[in-house]
C-alpha cells in the first residue's frame, strides 16, 4: 500500500491518521486507520475492501475493481449515502451501466430551511438555461467567462463552467454575496445539474 508515502505511524506505515467515530477524549484527536469499505447483496457481505483514503468518495471506484476481479462484472444496482456522490463516481456508475441510487453530496443540506434562505449561495440564484447564465437576487446576471478543468488525487478530469458578475463593484450587498475582491463568480458543472 505505501509505497510512496510518508509514514504516518510508528507501528503501521501503511495507515492513515484519520478521525475516529470512537473519540473518547472527545478532542478530535487523529488515529493511525484504514477506511474499510463493505459490500453486501440480500443481506451477505459479498465484497470489502481497505483504503488509506480517508473520505468514501474515493473508494468506491476500487471497491468496484475488486468486486469485478472476484466476480467477473459488475453490480448492476448500487446505494450509499451521499459521501460517495460526486462526479467521478456517477460517471463511472453511467460509464459501466449500474444503476444509480447515491445521493449527491448536498441533498440533506439542500433541504433545510437554513440552506434555502441562503439569500446569496449559487444553488439558490435563478439559472436562466436559455441564455445560460445566472440572475442574482439584486437582479444582476452572472456570465459564462470560461470552462476550467480541475483533476481530482485519482487523475480523474472534470469541467466546470465559471460565471462572474460584472456589476459587484457598485452593489451595497457585495459583502454579503463574496468575500472576494473582484466580482463573484460561479462554478457549476451542467451535467450534475
Known amino acids: 500500500?505505501?509505497?510512496?508515502?510518508?509514514?504516518?505511524?510508528?507501528?503501521?506505515?501503511?495507515?492513515?491518521?484519520?478521525?475516529?467515530?470512537?473519540?473518547?477524549?472527545?478532542?478530535?484527536?487523529?488515529?493511525?486507520?484504514y477506511n474499510i469499505q463493505v459490500g453486501s447483496c440480500n443481506g451477505f457481505v459479498v465484497n470489502w475492501s481497505t483504503h488509506q483514503n480517508r473520505n468514501d468518495n474515493g473508494t468506491l471506484i476500487p471497491h468496484y475493481e475488486r468486486y469485478q476481479r472476484f466476480f467477473g462484472k459488475l453490480p448492476d444496482s448500487t446505494g450509499a449515502d451521499s459521501g460517495y456522490g460526486n462526479y467521478e463516481n456517477y460517471e463511472f456508475l453511467k460509464k459501466n451501466h449500474i444503476?444509480?441510487?447515491?445521493?449527491?453530496?448536498?441533498?440533506?443540506?439542500?433541504?433545510?430551511?437554513?440552506?434555502?434562505?441562503?439569500?446569496?449561495?449559487?444553488?439558490?440564484?435563478?439559472?436562466?438555461?436559455?441564455?445560460?447564465?445566472?440572475?442574482?437576487?439584486?437582479?444582476k446576471k452572472l456570465e459564462y467567462i470560461k470552462t476550467r478543468e480541475d483533476k481530482t488525487e485519482t487523475g480523474f478530469v472534470q469541467k466546470s463552467r465559471v460565471y462572474e458578475c460584472s456589476e459587484c463593484d457598485s452593489c451595497p450587498h457585495k459583502i454579503e454575496c463574496t468575500k472576494l475582491e473582484g466580482n463573484r463568480q460561479i462554478r457549476f458543472n451542467k451535467k450534475l445539474w
Do not use: V
Not at 111 to 130: A, C, H, R, S
Open 1 to 33: 500500500m505505501g509505497e510512496n508515502r510518508n509514514s504516518y505511524s510508528k507501528t503501521d506505515h501503511d495507515a492513515t491518521f484519520m478521525h475516529m467515530k470512537e473519540d473518547h477524549m472527545r478532542n478530535g484527536q487523529l488515529k493511525p486507520g
Open 99 to 139: 444503476q444509480n441510487y447515491i445521493k449527491y453530496p448536498l441533498f440533506h443540506k439542500e433541504q433545510t430551511k437554513k440552506f434555502k434562505l441562503m439569500k446569496y449561495n449559487w444553488q439558490n440564484m435563478i439559472y436562466d438555461e436559455i441564455n445560460d447564465n445566472f440572475i442574482c437576487p439584486e437582479g
